[in-house]
């Protein structure tokens, strides 16, 4: 089992849609956890982090933690096609170091 | 805030050449700093951590020898891929911590070829 999983995609959602990201990890002693967002070619930049179960909303974006679930996703309201990418869920699992685990990533299409 | 820089964004080199990338944190001071190598259509895999004014702790399976890192101040660290082979073509990916912040800011990347 992969510490941390995300379906490759990819996902198409149409433009003003909302999508839905999902990331499982298997640390149940994870602590917190990171949405990044990577266009082709370039570094990841960050969305978002959450460190407690529930919904965390900033602008278009709502992260969801569910730790009992293991489970982390990302909403994208009124998706556009900027939104188009790679997005990659990170997970800490605490200990020395704070590095993080990322999944392969989930690529996004948002189509006019 | 939190930007971090890379140099250079692209290098091209001969096989056996050694070649330095550098990471700076522009606008905080990165106690530790991350390298990261990323193959096309593949998940970062983390390479080694470096904390400022020790040696790096490198992961499992990679080659401190090969993969020189030095972490001299708290805005700079520098990747040295040494007798670069065309597999180690790739690119490298660095990212910067704040001292007790958990939150990594990544480098714009540097794209190495090894012919």
């Known amino acids: 089992q992969k510490e941390v999983e995300q379906n490759s995609g990819p996902l198409s959602v149409p433009e003003g849609a909302i999508a839905s990201l999902n990331c499982t990890y298997s640390d149940r002693g994870s602590q917190s956890f990171f949405w990044y967002r990577q266009y082709s070619g370039k570094s990841p930049e960050l969305i978002m982090s959450?460190?407690?179960?529930g919904d965390k909303e900033d602008g278009r974006f709502t992260a969801q933690l569910n730790k009992a679930s293991q489970y982390v996703s990302l909403l994208i309201r009124d998706s556009q096609p900027s939104d188009s990418a790679t997005y990659l869920c990170?997970?800490?699992?605490?200990?020395?170091?704070?590095?993080?685990?990322f999944g392969t990533g989930t690529q996004l299409k948002v189509e006019l | 805030g939190a930007v971090v820089s890379q140099h250079p964004s692209r290098v091209i080199c001969k096989s056996g050449t050694s070649v330095k990338i550098e990471c700076r944190s522009l606008d905080f001071q990165a106690t530790t700093m991350f390298w990261y190598r990323q193959f096309p259509k593949k998940s970062l895999m983390l390479m080694a951590t470096s904390n400022e004014g020790s040696k790096a702790t490198y992961e499992q399976g990679v080659e401190k020898d090969k993969f020189l890192i030095n972490h001299a101040s708290l805005t700079l660290s520098t990747l040295t891929v040494t007798s670069a082979h065309p597999e180690d073509s790739s690119f490298y990916i660095c990212?910067?911590?704040?001292?007790?912040?958990?939150?990594?800011?990544f480098g714009p990347g540097t794209r190495l070829l090894v012919l």
């Open positions: 990212s910067a911590r704040s001292q007790g912040g958990e939150t990594q800011y």
């Open positions: 990170a997970v800490n699992r605490g200990g020395g170091g704070n590095k993080l685990t």
């Open positions: 959450i460190y407690s179960n």
